[in-house]
C-alpha cells in the first residue's frame, strides 16, 4: 500500500506563490511516476504536471495553462514531489492531488486520471485578493 498525504495549500493573494509538497510511505518513492491534479468546484479533475520515475531522468510534462508558473520536481530521498506555483490566479483555486502510477506511463498517458493507483486527499489552493 501507498500512502500519500499533500500539505502547502492555504489562501494567496493574485500574483503570489506557493509550494504543494507530497510526501509518500509505503514503496520504493523512486520507481514511480508522480503527478499533480487539481479540481475546482463544479469542474472535473484535471491534469496540471507530472514527472517520471528516478530511471525515467525525471522528466516532467505540463498543462499548457501552467507553463511557465508551475515546476514539478522530485527529492526521492526524501520521498516527496514538489508543485512550485508562482504568478498565481484566480483560476487556479482548486483543490490540487497528488497520484502515483505503480506502472512507467507513456507521454500521453500522464493526463489521464485514471492511469494512477495512488491519490493523496487533497490541499486547498484559494487565490484570491
Known amino acids: 500500500q501507498v500512502q500519500l498525504v499533500e500539505s502547502g495549500g492555504g489562501l494567496v493573494q493574485p500574483g503570489g506563490s506557493l509550494r504543494l509538497s507530497c510526501a509518500a510511505s509505503g514503496r520504493t518513492f523512486s520507481r514511480y511516476d508522480m503527478a499533480w491534479f487539481r479540481q475546482a468546484p463544479g469542474k472535473e479533475r484535471e491534469f496540471v504536471a507530472a514527472?517520471?520515475?528516478?530511471?525515467?531522468?525525471?522528466?516532467?510534462t505540463y498543462v499548457d495553462f501552467v507553463k511557465g508558473r508551475f515546476t514539478i520536481s522530485r527529492d526521492n530521498a526524501r520521498n516527496t514531489v514538489f508543485l512550485q506555483m508562482n504568478s498565481l490566479k484566480p483560476e487556479d483555486t482548486a483543490v490540487y492531488y497528488c497520484?502515483?502510477?505503480?506502472?512507467?506511463?507513456?507521454?500521453?498517458?500522464?493526463?489521464?486520471?485514471?492511469?494512477?493507483?495512488?491519490w493523496g486527499q487533497g490541499t486547498q489552493v484559494t487565490v484570491s485578493s
Open positions: 497520484a502515483l502510477s505503480i506502472w512507467h506511463l507513456e507521454i500521453s498517458s500522464f493526463l489521464n486520471a485514471s492511469s494512477y493507483d495512488y
Open positions: 514527472i517520471s520515475w528516478g530511471g525515467g531522468g525525471g522528466s516532467t
